[in-house]
C-alpha cells in the first residue's frame, strides 16, 4: 500500500541556517510527489511538484526538493530560512486511483523558526 | 481570482446532532475534493467528483456521511448523526481535470467540534 513517512514531527532553525525536511514514500509504481505548506488557519498551498525528468525541481518562496529513487525519498531543502516559513509542511504522493489528485500525505513536519 | 470558499470556517455542536459544509470551487474546476484532517494528522482523501460524479468515495464512511455536486459547481459534505470522533478539519480543494498539473487548490478548511 502508498504511504508517506516524514519521520520529524517538530523542528526549529534559526532565522538565515539551512532547513532539510524529510519524506521516504512507499508506492508502486513511478510517483507522483508534492510538498504542501499549511500556515496556521489557512489551507495548504503547493510549493513544488515532481512528475518525471530532472530530479531536483523548484518550488515557489526558494525552496527546492530531490527526488532519490533508491532512497524513496523527496526531500525539502531551502538554504536560508525566513521567520515566515514557519508553518506545517506535509510531504504527499499522488496518483493512486488513476487520479493524480488522490493524494495521500505525510503526517507533517511543523517548522520553528528562532529570531 | 477567487480561491476555494468553504463555509462555515468553524462549527460547535453536541454529538448525535447534523452538520453540513459547503464548497465553492474555483471557476472552471471540474474536480472537487473532500479531505479530512484530524489533529496532528495529514489530510485523508473522503471523496472526489469529477463534475457532479462522485467518482472516487472508498474513504468515505456512508453510514453517516453523504455529500453532493447536484450542478457540478458547489458541493455540500453532511454527517447524520455527529460523533465525537468526528472533531477535525474538513478541508475542500479543487483542480483542472484530475489534478492536471498536479496542483490542487485548498480552502481555508471548516472546523468542527462535537461536544
Known amino acids: 500500500a502508498q504511504s508517506v513517512t516524514q519521520p520529524d514531527i517538530h523542528i526549529t532553525v534559526s532565522e538565515g541556517a539551512s532547513l532539510e525536511l524529510r519524506c521516504n514514500y512507499s508506492y508502486g509504481a513511478t510517483p507522483y510527489l508534492f510538498w504542501y505548506v499549511q500556515s496556521p488557519g489557512q489551507g495548504l498551498q503547493l510549493l513544488l511538484k515532481?512528475?518525471?525528468?530532472?530530479?531536483l525541481v523548484q518550488g515557489i518562496k526558494g525552496f527546492e526538493a530531490e527526488f532519490k529513487r533508491s532512497q524513496s525519498s523527496f526531500n525539502l531543502r531551502k538554504p536560508s530560512v525566513h521567520w515566515s516559513d514557519a508553518a506545517e509542511y506535509f510531504c504527499a504522493v499522488g496518483g493512486y486511483g488513476g487520479s493524480q489528485g488522490n493524494l495521500i500525505f505525510g503526517k507533517g513536519t511543523k517548522l520553528s523558526v528562532k529570531p | 481570482e477567487a480561491g476555494v470558499v468553504q463555509s462555515p470556517r468553524y462549527k460547535i455542536i453536541e454529538k448525535k446532532q447534523p452538520v453540513a459544509f459547503w464548497c465553492n470551487p474555483i471557476?472552471?474546476?471540474?474536480?472537487l475534493y473532500w479531505y479530512l484532517q484530524n489533529l496532528g494528522q495529514g489530510p485523508e482523501l473522503l471523496i472526489r467528483?469529477?463534475?457532479?460524479?462522485?467518482?472516487?468515495d472508498s474513504q468515505l464512511p456512508k453510514d453517516r456521511f453523504s455529500a453532493e455536486r447536484l450542478k457540478g459547481v458547489d458541493s455540500t459534505l453532511k454527517i447524520q448523526p455527529a460523533e465525537l470522533g468526528d472533531s477535525a478539519v474538513y478541508l475542500c480543494?479543487?483542480?483542472?481535470?484530475?489534478?492536471?498539473?498536479?496542483?490542487?487548490?485548498f480552502g481555508e478548511g471548516s472546523r468542527l467540534t462535537v461536544l
Open positions: 515532481y512528475f518525471s525528468g530532472d530530479t
Open positions: 471557476s472552471g474546476h471540474n474536480t
Open positions: 480543494a479543487s483542480s483542472l481535470g484530475q489534478g492536471a498539473n498536479g496542483e490542487l487548490f
Open positions: 467528483y469529477e463534475n457532479e460524479e462522485a467518482v472516487d
